[in-house]
């Protein structure tokens, strides 16, 4: 099919990629300031223990120290998302291995590194508690004083009713899963540079997702008016989720740079991130499915026990996606799920790629296949037979105004049925086998009846050159392309035309920021907006300089014409320069606040939240080694309802991207503790997908042109890692019969379920 | 606490110009480029080693700089990122980076350019695996790899003028 656009779907090189092949793109830690200095953060030895004194005296009065700060030094508001119970510093007790207690800002690293040292403090260790089962009993030690029972948030979601649904099904199945901390893992550490400057106002340099909010928390943390301060957000070098929400380190940055009056840095070293970022919330999600021998999905419940760590970040929010978004995957008649979000004395939990639905995901979507088995049904026609479809409105109200979930399901079960490998190879030792997963997600999600909108102002400069101003960040996912794809795609300029501007929330629009997979959907959907309307500007003006009326005009590569006349036109820029520098004062500038037509959900979470709803299938081959229970990921099958590919090329990177994490989280990646201590604290032991480990991809794109998306895309970040893990442990019991319900699936979990004989006992 | 700082004088060829710098005994590859000279290209994702963004080449060799003490380089040419555009004109590698869309955020980069680069440098047409070999020590978290092997072939394309 001949592409009918100018830029949408063509290849574009991403707008920032020059500076970054040349290593001129500025990410946080290549920002200097005149007098900056630079601050190391003293961290907790302890996983609970009762802080009695602490004496920084001498790291004072070592050389080259500007500043050294505490808690008692520190504002005592609470801050943080829906559970608030976070403060800048602590100062009575500290709640996990890692948390910061004290910081130094100095002259140089090795000078702050040095004054930490010289920190003393004294501790009385109370009892901690590490396991969620275990912080749940009734004798466990107390967390936080303020929350009884070390519940962080529990929820209860009842759609239909269940137990009538149960009671009619033929079969009904029951199985328990579970999922590990993981890291976001982004190759560049988070951090900050703060100063305070002569009006009295905060600038923050910061390599956030969410620059907005960062704003809002950080005013929240130290009492003061969020135009009080300014984000500054450079370039990021990857995300996932793990920088959407501030850390305790940018009020703590922020009070060294006030008392040492001088710009501060941080950045967190690579050990600190094992030890105190924020990785994805761990999960025990027992499955309840009951079906009839057809094999039609009747009702599901989930009971579901998770890990907030010791704050509370994300960590409810992800739980609440956890506990809801898989029951609009299929047109279940009753769903139920209890869940129970829980502090432990570990790192606080938070958002990673998928934020929740990845882990209620690998449930459903591994029970699924269980079931069907047990049925002898087709795992691929069971999920086809009940998939949600266009025009649902689902149990929970989601309106699904594009759905493509049945088209991905066959392209990617054919895809990756076709061409196999030989199942058996090197006299049985290799055993071949295909499994599949789908999956649903949101472009955007309203929580009650807040804004879940964008904005953007797109400005024609003197010269007909386009600024497109955002308040969303580009992580690397390409944001700023789109934006600047959709802005010449509506102007008719050429996409060099177009300057994305740098994030700063002195200047760029409000928004709220790259996360939930929304920022093409919402964030572009503004620019489309805002562009629209400057054209509308344009053509007026270029209407009485060509005497003749705008709705007869168009704009095509960067020059405005008469429709029936293409021979009578005006260059973009000439229309410019004449509207500006001139006394026609026209200002070439839209602003456009846009909030998609979603109601939001009520407080019993009911209601159409996401502007777009997203759908995937991702077919996988493994090859199992039955010497050794290895898993080797050999062929996916990626298919996308991304609405309208915007950047074909773009997304492709989404989906191997995704894929390669989604693969590391089934397969390698666990962060561990033994009996409360970290040991997974390098990347020497905590394994990353490399290039050896990536699999041949196939990526399919599904376009359901979805009727509100900017010329009807749909956000496709986080979709690429969901169904990954589910779709390997499927393809792992098809090649060697053996259901592996925990992630991540080692080789000693598959060796162990092979041989039961051996008596082996996996690491956990 | 006073201490007497001893300074060295580190000579090396840098990006193809003679450069003499004042360092510690101690001072790593990574923080002399970064912080003395100003050559930021360089990435530090770990400190350690294991995730290859501060790649550099020694007299052609990938290097992690961070493990690298500086003075190892005396008398030594270096190659950074900084290195490997003449002006205006990419290195085929940059350009077919940009091209396959191997760029994300771009942190990885850096270090995944000249890994390629010594490989290229000594390999006109390598195969998936010498590629997946030459690159192992990058880790790249967003992209997958795909279009990084992409990247590599298509810059072997250019650089044997097909």
């Keep these: 099919m001949e592409n009918e656009y100018a830029v949408l779907g063509r290849p574009i090189t991403f707008v920032d990629g020059l500076k970054k092949v040349k290593g001129q793109a500025r990410y946080l830690d290549d920002i200097s300031l005149p007098g900056m200095l630079h601050a190391r953060i003293l961290r907790s030895p302890h996983a609970h223990a009762r802080i009695v004194k602490i004496d920084t005296s001498k790291a004072a009065a070592l050389p080259g120290v500007k500043a050294v700060l505490t808690g008692k030094d520190c504002p005592g508001n609470r801050f943080g998302c829906d559970v608030p119970d976070t403060f800048i510093l602590p100062t009575e007790k500290v709640r996990y291995a890692g948390e910061e207690v004290a910081a130094v800002a100095a002259v140089s690293s090795k000078i702050a590194r040095q004054a930490l040292d010289l920190i003393t403090i004294e501790y009385d260790p109370l009892p901690a508690v ?65 100063l305070w400057e002569p009006d009295g106002r905060l600038s923050i340099h910061s390599g956030i997702q969410a620059a907005f909010q960062a704003r809002s928390e950080i005013a929240k943390a130290l009492g003061i008016s969020p135009s009080r301060i300014s984000i500054k ?10 920088k959407i929400w501030i850390r305790n380190f940018h009020p703590i940055i922020a009070l060294l740079a006030k008392k040492a009056g001088r710009p501060v840095k941080y950045v967190m070293n690579r050990q600190e991130e094992f030890m105190a970022s924020r990785p994805r919330v761990a999960a025990r999600v027992k499955v309840i499915l009951g079906m009839m021998k057809d094999g039609s999905m009747v009702c599901k419940a989930m009971q579901i026990v998770a890990d907030n760590g010791a704050y509370s970040w994300a960590a409810p929010k992800v739980t609440l996606n956890m506990s809801m978004r898989t029951d609009c ?18 790192t606080p939990t938070s958002g990673f790629r998928g934020y929740g639905n990845s ?41 699904l105004r594009s759905c493509g979930l049945g088209e991905c399901l066959e392209k990617a079960g054919a895809a990756i049925a076709k061409d196999r490998r030989p199942k058996s190879e090197n006299g049985g030792r290799f055993k071949r086998g295909i499994g599949i997963a789908c999956m649903n997600h949101v472009s955007g999600n309203r929580a009650g009846n807040n804004f879940d909108g964008s904005s953007s102002m797109v400005r024609f400069q003197e010269d007909g050159k386009l600024a497109v101003y955002h308040g969303e960040s580009d992580m690397g996912q390409g944001a700023r392309t789109i934006f600047a794809m959709i802005a010449a795609e509506t102007l008719g300029i050429p996409v060099e035309d177009v300057i994305v501007m740098p994030l700063d929330t002195d200047v760029s629009p409000f928004c709220f920021g790259s996360y939930s997979s929304r920022v093409t959907t919402v964030g572009g959907k503004a620019v489309y907006l805002a562009s629209l309307k400057v054209k509308e500007q344009l053509l007026d003006l270029a209407g009485n300089l060509m005497d003749v009326p705008p709705e007869l005009l168009e704009i095509k590569n960067g020059s405005v014409f008469i429709k029936s006349d293409p021979d009578r036109k005006l260059p973009v820029a000439g229309i410019c320069q004449s509207a500006i520098r001139s006394k026609a004062t026209k200002a070439l500038t839209a602003y ?56 074909p ?48 991809v ?48 080692t080789a000693e979990d598959v060796f162990a379920a092979l041989y039961p004989e051996c008596h082996i006992t996996p690491v956990r | ?110 270090g995944m350019i000249l890994s390629a680069k010594a490989l290229l440098d000594h390999k006109k047409n390598p195969t998936d695996e010498e590629i997946k070999l030459a690159l192992s020590g990058n880790i790249c978290r967003c992209t997958g790899y795909v279009q990084i092997i992409e990247a590599v072939k298509l810059a072997a394309a250019k650089l044997n003028g097909s």
Aim: aromatic residues 8%; contains cysteine; charged residues 20%.
């Design chain 1, 130 to 194: 590490f396991e969620p089962e275990t912080a749940l009993k009734a004798d466990a030690p107390l967390i936080h004083a303020d929350k009884p029972g070390n519940v962080a948030k529990s929820y209860r979601i009842e759609r239909g009713n269940f137990a009538r649904e149960l009671a009619r099904c033929d079969h009904v199945f029951e199985e328990e899963f579970s999922t590990p901390r993981v890291l976001p893992g982004y190759l560049e550490p988070f951090g900050v540079i703060a």
């Design chain 1, 233 to 242: 957000v450079p370039a990021i070098g990857g995300a996932f989720g793990g």
């Design chain 1, 329 to 346: 995957l299929y047109r279940f008649k009753a769903t139920r799920t209890e869940s129970c979000l829980v502090y432990t004395n570990k």
């Design chain 1, 359 to 399: 882990q209620s995901h690998f449930a459903l979507e591994s029970m699924i296949d269980i079931c069907s088995r047990k049925l002898g049904l087709d795992p691929l026609q069971v999920r086809l037979k009940n998939a949600s479809r266009q025009g649902d409105t689902t149990l929970h109200g989601w309106k």
């Design chain 1, 592 to 647: 456009v606040a846009y909030d998609p037509p979603t109601q939001g959900a009520d407080e019993n979470f009911y209601g159409d939240y996401s502007s777009a709803y997203t759908y995937a299938a991702q077919g996988v081959e493994v090859e199992v080694d039955t010497q050794t229970g290895q898993v080797r990921i050999l062929r996916v099958a990626a298919a996308h309802d991304v609405g309208r590919a915007i950047h």
């Design chain 1, 649 to 696: 090329n773009g997304v492709r990177g989404q989906v191997f991207g995704g894929i390669a994490q989604g693969a590391g989280w089934a397969l390698y990646e666990n962060i561990v503790y033994d009996n409360g201590e970290l040991k997974t604290t390098s990347l020497r032991n905590y394994n990353m997908l490399t290039i050896h480990d990536m699999p041949t």
């Design chain 1, 698 to 745: 196939t990526p399919i794109f599904v376009e359901t042109h979805d009727p509100v998306g900017p010329y009807g895309a749909k956000g496709v970040g986080e979709p690429t890692l969901i169904p990954m893990a589910p779709a390997i442990a499927n393809a792992i019991e098809d090649a060697v019969g053996v259901r592996i319900n925990k992630l991540p699936i």
């Design chain 2, 1 to 110: 606490m006073t201490q007497t700082i001893i300074k060295y004088d580190l000579s090396f060829t840098l990006n193809g110009e003679t450069t003499t710098v004042e360092i510690e005994a101690d001072d790593r590859l990574i923080d002399v480029l970064r912080d003395r000279l100003l050559l930021t290209g360089t990435k530090k994702g770990c400190g350690e080693g294991e995730c290859g963004t501060c790649t550099v080449l020694l007299n052609g060799i990938p290097v992690n700089s961070c493990l690298l003490p500086a003075m190892k380089v005396h008398g030594k040419a270096v190659t950074t990122i900084e290195g490997l555009a003449r002006g205006e004109v990419l290195h085929p590698l940059q350009e077919s980076f940009l091209e396959a869309g191997a760029v994300q955020c771009g942190f990885c980069t850096p």
